[in-house]
Each structure stands twice: as structure tokens, then as C-alpha cells.
């Protein structure tokens, strides 16, 4: 069991405290919201976690199951349902063998959860990440729309891949798969300056730590990319 996957398995309270420090000028709902009209839409959100999407979207969409693999991710969104006082449905399973008929979604989304593979999958990512995005069009509805979202770094000033690996599959997603890009700010505000030490290293590891601390960033840079394209 690798560093991100112990959390998702054991320490989901922690993460989602760190994930509701993100994205402090709330650029992610606007830019979605220009792919996409959500009200009266069906979306599934893939690899939800602890709710980040379904979050977002509550009150906008009409109908979001949020589907994850770690059962103590979805526990920690129930209660984050509980927090705003709202229901959308909560599903254990596998985003490359998705539990749901053809064509029954207006949005899907894949948030944060596909680059995963390229170190969980590393000898043979690039087949499961097609199943992956191949199960993605099955589900969504000919002219519905299909949304990945993943990191262009943390602590840093200018967007990039984080990793070679990383950088490899988002150069297949626009060049294989069809995707467009696009980029935005999602940096991180938190507290104050040992509460951004304790929550960036958690996640991301003693070097981001140490890179805070160097910096005294309570206001920690991150770039997100969102790929997508129409069904």
C-alpha cells in the first residue's frame, strides 16, 4: 500500500481538511460551470473521495452519484452530506469497471483519481487508463460531456506536470483521447503557518513541509488542469 493510498484507506477525516483549504478564490466551480450547464444534468463524479465535486455541485445539479473505491473516503463525504444538509448517492466501486448502464449520465468526471495509476499501475498504466476513459464514454450520454482533473503542481509558481510520467499521460489525453486543456489556480489558504506545515506534509510529504516553512506560506500555490471533451 503506497502513501496516498494508506490515506484514503485510514485517514480520510485528515485529508478532507486539507482539500477544504484548496481552491481559496473558487476558481474550479466557474470553470466548470463554462463547460457545462449543470442544472437538470445527471453527472457522475468518479473517484470522489471525500466530496470535493459533489460539494461543489449539490445545489446545481439534479441528480450526482459520487463513486469511490475506499469505503472510509465515502463514510468521511457522508458526513460531509450531513455538514450542508443535502443527499446525493454514494457507491463503492472501480472507476475501470463502472456499476452503471450505457449512456445514463449528462457529466462525468474524473477528479484527481486517474493519474494515480501511472504509480499504482506504473508497468501498465496506459492500458487501464484507457479502460478507465473508454468506461467513461460508455456511461455518458452522446452529447454529454466527459471532465478529468488533475494536479500541475503544488508549491509551485508556474503550472507543470509534477512528474515525467504525469506529463506523459496528460500528452495523451489531448493527443490520443481527444481531450482540450485547461488551466487554473487552486492555490491553498490555510490558518496560519504550523496548521500549512502539518496539512501540506501529511499529504504531499516532508519536502513540501520544509518548502512552506522556508517560504512561510500560509497561502500555498497549486495548479490545477482540467481536461475534457464532448461525447
Known amino acids: 500500500m503506497d502513501h496516498f493510498q494508506q490515506i484514503y484507506t485510514h485517514e480520510a477525516a485528515a485529508y478532507h481538511r486539507l482539500i477544504a483549504a484548496e481552491d481559496v478564490e473558487g476558481n474550479l466551480l466557474p470553470a466548470l460551470q463554462a463547460l457545462t450547464t449543470f442544472p437538470g444534468q445527471r453527472v457522475l463524479d468518479i473517484g470522489s473521495g471525500t466530496g470535493r465535486i459533489p460539494l461543489l455541485l449539490h445545489d446545481k445539479a439534479a441528480t450526482i452519484i459520487a463513486l469511490d473505491r475506499y469505503p472510509a473516503m465515502l463514510r468521511e463525504q457522508k458526513r460531509q452530506q450531513d455538514q450542508v444538509q443535502a443527499r446525493w448517492s454514494l457507491v463503492q466501486g472501480e472507476m475501470a469497471q463502472l456499476p452503471f448502464g450505457p449512456a445514463g ?58 512528474t515525467p510520467a504525469l506529463a506523459e499521460y496528460y500528452v495523451w489525453l489531448e493527443t490520443d483521447q481527444g481531450f482540450h486543456q485547461l488551466e487554473i489556480s487552486t492555490d491553498y489558504r490555510f490558518n496560519n503557518l504550523p496548521e500549512a506545515i502539518t496539512l501540506t506534509g501529511f499529504f504531499f510529504g516532508p519536502e513540501m513541509a520544509e518548502l512552506v516553512r522556508t517560504w512561510e506560506w500560509i497561502r500555498v500555490p497549486e495548479w490545477t488542469g482540467i481536461w475534457w471533451k464532448f461525447r
Open 105 to 162: 449520465f449528462d457529466v462525468t468526471i474524473a477528479g484527481w483519481v486517474i493519474g494515480h495509476l501511472t504509480e499504482w499501475a506504473a508497468a501498465h498504466w496506459l492500458p487501464v487508463a484507457g479502460q478507465v476513459v473508454g468506461e467513461m464514454e460508455r456511461v455518458t450520454r452522446p452529447g454529454g460531456v466527459l471532465i478529468i482533473i488533475e494536479t500541475l503542481g503544488t508549491g509551485r509558481i508556474t503550472p507543470a506536470a509534477p
